[in-house]
């Protein structure tokens, strides 16, 4: 195994990794915050993964772009499951957020396909 340097991105995400391998085995990592943790590490271990396997030049690229799509319909699937379960309500003011969103992209959608772009 080759030592990294510790001005290597991959030290700092190592050192960081460790340091919260660390705190999850003392306990004094908010169990609020291991869902989110989990998220946002399966979320970078798949874009590195698609950034591994799409390589180089226009078509690695059109790789990149055809998995941010796929996770973008995981991700509103999900949601739509948890407001239909109601999981997720009211209380969550980020909904708004996301409505809005919703709607503008649902709208930019709707025109690329119709061709109007």
């Given at each position: 195994?080759?030592?990294?340097?510790?001005?290597d991105?991959?030290?700092?995400?190592?050192?960081?990794l460790?340091a919260?391998?660390?705190?999850?085995?003392?306990g004094?990592f908010?169990?609020?915050?291991?869902?989110d943790?989990?998220?946002?590490?399966d979320?970078?271990?798949?874009?590195?993964y698609?950034?591994?396997?799409?390589?180089p030049?226009?078509?690695?690229e059109?790789?990149?772009?055809?998995?941010?799509?796929?996770?973008?319909?995981?991700?509103?699937t999900?949601?739509?499951?948890?407001?239909?379960?109601e999981?997720?309500?009211?209380h969550?003011?980020?909904?708004?957020?996301?409505?809005?969103?919703?709607?503008?992209?649902?709208?930019?959608?709707?025109?690329?396909?119709?061709g109007?772009?």
């Amino acid at each position: 195994m080759t030592r990294l340097d510790q001005h290597d991105p991959m030290f700092a995400i190592r050192a960081t990794l460790q340091a919260i391998d660390a705190r999850v085995q003392r306990g004094s990592f908010p169990e609020a915050g291991l869902a989110d943790l989990k998220s946002a590490l399966d979320d970078a271990r798949l874009r590195v993964y698609a950034a591994l396997s799409a390589g180089p030049g226009a078509q690695g690229e059109g790789v990149l772009f055809r998995f941010r799509l796929r996770r973008a319909v995981e991700i509103c699937t999900n949601v739509l499951r948890d407001l239909e379960g109601e999981t997720l309500g009211e209380h969550q003011r980020e909904l708004l957020e996301l409505r809005d969103t919703a709607q503008r992209l649902a709208e930019r959608i709707s025109s690329l396909v119709r061709g109007d772009a």
